[in-house]
């Protein structure tokens, strides 16, 4: 028999990023909070401890502090007429478990959007015309504005202690040959810490990106450039890039974390509380359907608990959230065959590809285990829709960047093309290479399309017994004719710089997705905003069309894949939705839109 | 109100970047940052080691193997030297070597295409077991003798057949477990010295890796050689 606890104003199913924002928040509104976390407690002190820290084998290799995939994890098959296959083994994504969730071990790369993108459909119509988008994709509009969303992209740095160069504020330029990004989006106010130091590999990429014509810019990083105290008296100190920052808990309290610059203040709050090991099974709902009454939980002993609640909020990152809505019966299950239904619609991932320089030994010395996750130099001359896409032929930009973050040797010793993988021949390149190469990427907006989507997965269970997340997916011909414009843009940059050697690592046509190497944990849609319930999951405040006391944070809710990282996006969304809620919701519980 | 304090660490790093050195490489720390002294022929041994999971033949495997994989040449120490047999022996009592942080339910599709990532039903502690029988049975159907006593261009040949799938197993595809021995040769090579292998850092010497230094603060702008030898999470210094 499970246990009922005392109902609550709000539960809130993840503490991350999404989870941490949202409990701040309400707890600030007055609400009784509860957070369940399905994974342990985690926090600096000890996850993140000197010297303990700073092992490699233990923490990228063995991947200590991502999901753990032995009890849960997803399915996937390139399309319909395959059948699935567990993820067996963490690669291509490490998504976060425990306290901070992938907020404890992110990077730190912390943009906001390109104001095109949350009108990414109708911008190219408008431009390209209708034809212009290929059959199959399925872009829309976020239907939330840019100007809507900056107070809270400027709430967030503030909160997140985020280091940056600005280019215009309030319309007035103050970047220029100062490092800002000439096609960034006026801000309201500066970033709350300038811009960190370039490492070598940084500076040598914004110099060859000049020559050939581009416009460099310092990017935007969540790693300190100084000591910082946020709006919530939460204190950082100065990264000192220690290289062991991405699948890391920062030791030096340097990389914002929900740990780090939202927990210590809620620590405080007797209307808050955190519940660790509890992992949420479902959604709770009233008999009619209409209304959530709650989430049953298990607990770290076994037992079934349940919570509870006026509002329930899912912040258990992008393809959990989607899983919980479709266990719990919210919303309609998207259909590939006919593109009725939301729940799973518009799944979107990040399209990546990379290129090393090799420079010889008196060249350059790049020292790539200095770094941090955030820090690096980028161009953004080919993202969004800043040059003419109509010659190019294809939907999407991409930022390209050095983001030196500390490259280690299991995991990231690279050698030039051609080398051998063992022996002597290898032994002498990694020797001679290591410490004179860089890295650089083209991060890749990706698009989506009818028949990516997420589902149940009719075979395969997790440790309770409850169905896996299927993931339909695969890499489209606009993907590939991007990435290959791309790379070839981001290779004469490489080619600036005189290096020895240099080795590209894209896709090509044929190319199908990889689960066994890792791209990047920025996974997108499934429950997509929208303004309109026949075709998005959520409203523009992230609430649910059909449950409207249930609201769903985090990439989830983007109908398509940004160029930029989406973290700085989905902390926006979360205190545009949190506002919402607060000055609208509770007055009138309801929808928020009407459908 | 104020941040929670709950950490004993955390004042300390506030306001300041703190030059940090495990304390046992503070002893020794010569204020210079004199170059590490040349690995070469001649690096030390490495240290004993009796392992727990291999039986005897298997053992002679795996070190003629590694020292295959990574040789001790004229760039310093191999693998052999950096003890990484001790490494995956020390591994195999692991959480890894059972599997048990993987998903491991059935059903199974071990043809699964490579883009599908690992798929087998076979723990690493499984892989190493049939993969070593396996090639010591074709190491002897192809010379007549264990891999052990081969020499070193007949040892080099056979690991090629292994990874390229050439070579015939029983138990387990030959490419599977060349990929499982490459990467925890390489594990076993880079490591921090705590898990057993990396012994006297001469890894991380060999491509200069600085190891548990973690604090560049001065370094991040320089286009210039990084001095200083690695330490390790316990402190030693190379
Ligand atoms: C290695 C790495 C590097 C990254 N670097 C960057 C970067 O540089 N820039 C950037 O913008 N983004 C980056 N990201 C992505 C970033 O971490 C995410 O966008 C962000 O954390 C999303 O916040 P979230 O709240 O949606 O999810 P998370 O922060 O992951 O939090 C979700 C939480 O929900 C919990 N949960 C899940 N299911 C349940 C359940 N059933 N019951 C209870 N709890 C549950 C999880 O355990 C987790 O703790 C990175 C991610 C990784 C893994
Ligand atoms: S690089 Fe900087 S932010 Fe990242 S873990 Fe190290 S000190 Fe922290």
């Known amino acids: 028999m499970a246990k009922t606890m005392k109902k609550v104003d709000a539960v809130i199913v993840g ?12 707890t600030e509104a007055g609400l009784n909070v509860v957070a369940l976390e399905r994974g342990p407690m985690r926090d600096t002190y000890p996850d993140g401890s000197y010297p303990q820290t700073i092992d490699e084998l233990t923490y990228n290799i063995r991947k200590k502090l991502f999901m753990d995939v032995s009890r849960e994890t997803v399915t996937v098959r390139n399309t319909t007429a395959d059948g699935a296959l567990p993820m067996r083994q963490l690669a291509a994504f490490l998504p976060g478990t425990g306290v901070g969730g992938a907020g404890l071990h992110w990077s730190g790369v912390h943009f906001r959007v390109d104001p095109v993108e949350l009108r990414l459909r109708s911008h190219y119509e408008e431009r390209y015309g209708k034809k212009f988008i290929p059959e199959g994709m399925t872009i829309q ?22 280091s940056g160069t600005a280019w215009s504020i309030k319309g007035k330029v103050v970047g220029e040959g100062k490092g800002g ?30 020559a050939v014509g581009y416009h460099p810019y310092n990017m935007p990083s969540a790693n300190t450039s100084g000591p910082y105290t946020n709006p919530y008296g939460c204190q950082m100190g100065p990264c000192n890039f220690c290289g062991f920052c991405s699948g890391y808990a920062c030791y030096m309290y340097s990389k914002a974390s929900p740990n780090v610059n939202v927990l210590p203040a809620l620590r405080q709050e007797p209307k808050f509380e955190l519940r660790a090991n509890a992992h949420v099974l479902k959604v709770n709902l009233a008999s009619d359907g209409k209304r959530a009454t709650g989430v049953t939980y298990v607990d770290a002993q076994g037992q079934e608990v349940v919570q509870p609640a006026e509002l329930v909020i899912l912040g258990a990152f992008q393809f959990n959230n989607v899983r919980l809505l479709l266990l719990s019966g919210i919303g309609k299950p998207y259909d590939p065959v006919s593109g009725k239904g939301t729940v799973g619609k518009n799944f979107a991932y990040q399209n990546l590809a990379t290129i090393k320089a090799f420079f010889g030994k008196d060249q350059h010395h790049t020292n790539p285990f200095i770094g941090a996750g955030g820090n690096g130099v980028a161009i953004d001359d080919f993202n969004g829709d800043n040059f003419d896409h109509g010659p190019a032929g294809f939907v999407g930009g991409s930022p390209m960047w050095v983001n030196q973050a500390g490259t280690k040797p299991i995991s990231g010793l690279a050698v030039p093309p051609g080398t051998p993988a063992w022996g002597s021949a290898w032994k002498a390149a990694a020797a001679d290479y290591y410490t004179h190469h860089l890295s650089m990427d083209m991060h890749g907006a990706h698009q989506s399309y009818r028949d990516n989507y997420l589902d149940l997965d009719p075979n395969y269970k997790d440790a309770f017994g409850m169905p896996l997340l299927r993931m339909t997916f695969d890499w489209k011909e606009n993907d590939i004719k991007m990435s290959r414009f791309m790379v070839d843009k981001m290779r004469k940059i490489a080619e600036a710089m ?24 920025h996974l997108n849609g499934g429950a997509i905003m929208g303004t309109d319930p026949s075709t998005s999951a959520i409203n523009r405040y992230l609430q649910s069309w059909d449950v409207p006391n249930v609201f769903v944070l985090g990439a989830s809710a983007f109908p398509q894949g940004l160029g930029y990282n989406p973290t700085g996006l989905v902390a926006a969304l979360a205190y545009w939705s949190a506002k919402a809620i607060r000055e609208q919701y509770l007055k009138h519980p309801g929808a928020l839109v009407q459908a | 109100m104020s941040p929670d304090d709950t950490s004993p660490a955390r004042r300390d790093f506030l306001r300041k970047s703190l030059t940090l050195i495990p304390a046992a490489a503070l002893a020794g720390q010569a204020a210079s940052g004199a170059a590490a002294a040349a690995p070469g022929h001649g690096a030390a041994a490495a240290r004993d080691y009796q392992p727990t999971f291999f039986t005897p033949e298997e053992w002679a495997f795996l070190r003629a193997g590694v020292a295959r994989l990574i040789p001790a040449d004229e760039r310093g120490p191999g693998a052999l030297e950096a003890g990484v047999p001790e490494y995956i022996d020390r591994q195999m009592a692991t959480p890894y070597a059972s599997g048990s942080q993987w998903y491991m339910h059935g059903p199974f599709n071990p043809d699964a295409p490579k883009t599908m990532g690992y798929q087998l039903r076979l723990a690493p502690r499984e892989i190493y077991r049939l993969g070593i029988r396996d090639a010591e049975a074709w190491s002897r159907k192809q010379h007549g003798k264990p891999f052990a006593t081969l020499d070193a261009a007949t040892q080099d040949a056979l690991l090629a057949q292994f990874e390229q799938g050439e070579a015939q197993f029983e138990g387990v595809p030959s490419k599977v477990f060349f990929a499982l021995l490459l990467g925890n040769t390489r594990e076993g090579f880079f490591c921090d010295p705590v898990h057993g292998g990396n012994q006297g850092m001469v890894g991380w010497t060999l491509i200069g890796f600085p190891g548990a230094r973690a604090d560049f603060m001065d370094w991040v702008e320089r286009d210039e050689r990084y001095p200083f030898p690695p330490v390790s999470i316990r402190g030693e210094r190379a």
């Open chain 1, 141 to 162: 509009d976020f239907g939330v504005s840019y100007e809507e969303l900056e107070p809270h992209f400027d709430f967030a740095e503030k909160v997140f202690g985020t």
């Open chain 1, 15 to 26: 503490f991350g990023w999404t989870g941490a924002i949202m409990a701040k928040e309400l």
């Open chain 1, 181 to 210: 990004n000439p096609f960034a989006a006026d801000r309201s106010d500066d970033f709350p810490l300038e811009a960190q130091k370039n490492s070598v590999s940084g500076t040598l990429f914004g110099k060859a990106a000049e």
């Open chain 1, 498 to 521: 005189n290096p020895k050697a240099i080795g590209v690592y894209a896709k090509d046509f044929g190319s199908h997705f990889d689960l066994s190497s890792y791209q990047t944990t």
